[in-house]
């Protein structure tokens, strides 16, 4: 056997020991938070897509019809050949809905994060991470010649600490955080470190995966608080609210024409499909319609916590944290019978000693529905444990 074969076993064999293997299941969405697994029709409360607009057929039809025009693939890169029509008009739409001056869409949001970080930050810069930042931000952190420094979750107080010390060795400085955080649902206190950045020339990334479409009447994360917070950098992901995929950043001018020049992971990486860009549009516009439908999937996330008995959410997304893996494991199972697909979270997604159920809830989840799973959360699960 080759040596490569016999270290992913072993590999492999260490991670099941410790529960931390994974495997993927066979999964087909159907319409909004409905999908069939192993022939099974269940509700999912671990899909990103908010608003469930994947499979809202203005969306679709958007797509079939760019498909149609353009092509199934953009056939190279952006800066190449690959920059059809379609984008111009979504990074249009992104920055209007965002109030920047300009847009650039990536590939996704993990290369939006891999590209930005390194782009603005070199050896002379200081990078400060939320340590509950997302996985991709710090991958792009650390992909820069920058140095490096983690705050704790959301204290502002310590990222001034951090600043104080060290700020004066670099020329310059960027504070990234989530806007939204992706397992625990709680907000950044952007206005708080929108300040903070302010005192110490620092530039402020947020990363707002979990909030467009969903928080601030669709525009997201930033908005929620009034005055909206001043954040010169807006990332985020077209692939969970707005229901179809890439990443973007919102900038200035300059900062974006920057970005689409130095950024190593949109040169080098080819452009996203047409039919794709067009479903973004389309979900954009439906986004820009309708604020009442946006604002739903965090009505319910909060009926399901008050039902349940469990801290009132900033977000769509309820963590539930019961700390062991099996656990965990074991309550996903029990929901699972009763047709509640949840999923179970692990290390090292999140940290040791807390994995959680997390549920996430969409604008097309049945009231009767959210409320018969929250009855069994209450009943089965922390009922046992209490
Ligand atoms: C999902 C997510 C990303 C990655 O976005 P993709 O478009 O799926 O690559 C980045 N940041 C956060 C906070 C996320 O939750």
């Known amino acids: 056997m080759l040596s490569l074969d016999t270290f992913a076993i072993r590999k492999l064999a260490e991670l099941d020991e410790r529960g931390l293997r994974r495997s993927l299941a066979g999964t087909a969405r159907e319409d909004g938070p409905w999908l069939l697994r192993d022939g099974r029709r269940m509700l999912s409360f671990c899909c990103n897509d908010y608003l469930n607009l994947s499979t809202h057929p203005e969306v679709i039809e958007a797509a079939i019809a760019a498909t149609r025009r353009y092509g199934a693939g953009a056939g190279a890169s952006r800066l190449v050949t690959g920059n059809h029509p379609l984008y111009a008009e979504l990074e249009a739409r992104l920055a209007a809905l965002k109030g920047t001056e300009d847009a650039c869409v990536f590939g996704s949001g993990y290369l939006a994060n891999i590209g930005i970080i390194p782009t603005l930050a070199g050896k002379d810069a200081l990078v400060l ?57 709680d907000l950044a206190p952007l206005s708080a470190l929108a300040a903070l950045a302010r005192r110490h020339d620092a530039w402020l990334m947020s990363d707002d995966a979990h909030g467009i479409g969903v928080l601030g009447g669709g525009r997201g994360s930033v908005h929620v608080e009034k005055p909206p917070a001043e954040v010169p950098l807006q990332m985020g992901t077209l692939s969970k609210a707005v229901g179809a ?33 067009a479903a973004a549009i389309a979900a954009l516009n439906v ?10 999937p965090l009505t319910k996330a909060r009926a399901f916590a008050r039902a349940t008995g469990l801290p009132q959410p900033a977000s769509a997304i309820v963590p539930l944290i019961l700390g062991d893996v099996d656990g965990t494991m074991t309550a996903s199972r029990v929901l699972a019978e009763a047709g509640f697909l949840v999923a179970a979270i692990r290390p090292p997604t999140v940290p040791e ?4 159920l997390r549920f996430t809830f969409t604008a097309r989840h049945p009231d009767e529905e959210v409320a018969r799973l929250a009855a069994m959360v209450r009943d089965r699960i922390l009922a046992p444990i209490a």
């Open 353 to 356: 000693g807390t994995a959680r």
């Open 245 to 277: 995929y890439g990443g973007y950043l919102c900038a200035s001018r300059p900062v974006v024409d920057l970005i689409r020049t130095r950024a190593r992971s949109f040169i080098y990486s080819t452009g996203l499909a047409p039919g794709t860009v």
């Open 129 to 185: 991470v939320d340590e509950l930042a997302h996985a991709c931000i710090w991958a792009g952190a650390r992909l820069s010649d920058a140095t490096v420094r983690r705050f704790r979750h959301n204290d502002v107080a310590h990222a001034e600490e951090v600043l104080v010390a060290e700020r004066q060795r670099h020329r310059h400085a960027l504070i990234a955080t989530d806007g939204v955080f992706s397992m625990d649902g």
């Open 287 to 296: 986004i820009a319609r309708e604020p009442d439908y946006c604002a739903l």
